[in-house]
């Protein structure tokens, strides 16, 4: 790896999401969300894997606090359970407040500030049944949960976000189906998912800042796309640049819906956005979380596609175990397209996400021999590193993730983690990748 050149006190830290890794869907008063009804639903998740027990942290988290202070992060970022705080997203479970409390104080004591994340996919079932996203009621029961979580935690808490990936909620849970709640909407109701989902952000910005947050922000998911085709495919490229890149940043940093939304039947004159909620949603952030798998090649759709590109297939660059593209210069790219497009509206970024699926397993003397995802990882933080030097304001980068963990629809079939866990006895062993990190956080060049 290069000796890389990062500012004085650029943070290294590392995310995990609560649903992934918690396990424990029915302790201590915690009821179903949306991802507990889908998981049970026979043909959603791979192998019909189920998310509990998994890695258990909810019953393990001092041993994963340990694994954290052996990698020496900065900052650990992790998501709360709505409904494991709030009963049915409303009422409040002092046994759930009482575990990330726990968790807080463990984190602090061992020198790692603790990143929270409010929302990461699992809304509870009872709001669902409520009507889920497509009702603007949801919004204001957010925001009513944000301010209750930052009561509770804010005076140890500094940094929040709102919502990691909503994109990837919005589309791959209200457009594809592929993930919970699994609809399939289109038009007004799928862009009345989109907006409310921004406009929970807006009113959780004001929220988590009442119950005494400092720093607030949100983290988007972003790829660059490229026709394969060059100019033929133009028109596909900028459809999905719209809504991958665009949709959930427009609105947040320069108050506007993007151009092109028309071509997926979502009209920003609709009646989902009501007067002031604009001005609502672009409140002032304090910064903009980043998470950077890999670039989207894009061709012209056939005329019997539902949507106005066609994914193709990025030739020429490695794969991982989930069939992504390695390229390493997306991330560089993605970061110095935020800066060139928002500009002067641009807070500063953290990469809050960036890792890859590998399928390796300890060997007979329990070494983890990762070595494809330490070279995904390193040449990952080259490329942020390059960005950095370009003048792009990127204060630190958090790794996807702690532990191998609960992948979606792809159950335990694909494993992120910097530490291997074992499904079926929940034992954690630090993967060489693990190793990799704590030296470069020490400032060993490897
Ligand atoms: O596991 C997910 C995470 O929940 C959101 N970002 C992408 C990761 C890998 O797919």
Redesign the pocket.
Known sequence: MRALRLPAGFEWGI?T?AF?IEGASAADGRTPSVWDTFCAQPGRIAGGDRPDPGCDHYHRWKDDVDLLAGLGVDSYRFSVSWSRVLAGGRAANPRGFAFYDRLVDALLAAGIEPVVNLF??DLPQDLQDAGGWRSRDTAYVFAEYAEKLATALADRVTRWSTM??PF?HFGLGHVLGFHAPGQNLTGVAAFSVAHHLLLAHGLGVRAVRAGGARQVGLIN?YAPVRPVNGGGDGAAACALDAIQNRLFTDPVLLGEYPAGLDAFEMDPASKPVRSGDLEIIAAPLDFLGV?Y?NVLAVSAPEPADPLPFRLAELPGFDRTA?GWPVVPDGMRETLVMLKDRYRDALPPLYVT?T?A?YDEKPDADGFCDDFERVAFLASHVEAIAEAVASGVDVRGAML??LLD?F??A?GFS?R?GLVHVDFQTAQRTPKASYYWYRDLIRGVTP
Do not use: I, L, R, T
């Open positions: 995310s999401s992934q990461h996919w990691n990936e990837e998911s998470n798998y989930s996400e890792g699926a996807w993730s963990n992948e979606w792809e694909q992120f």
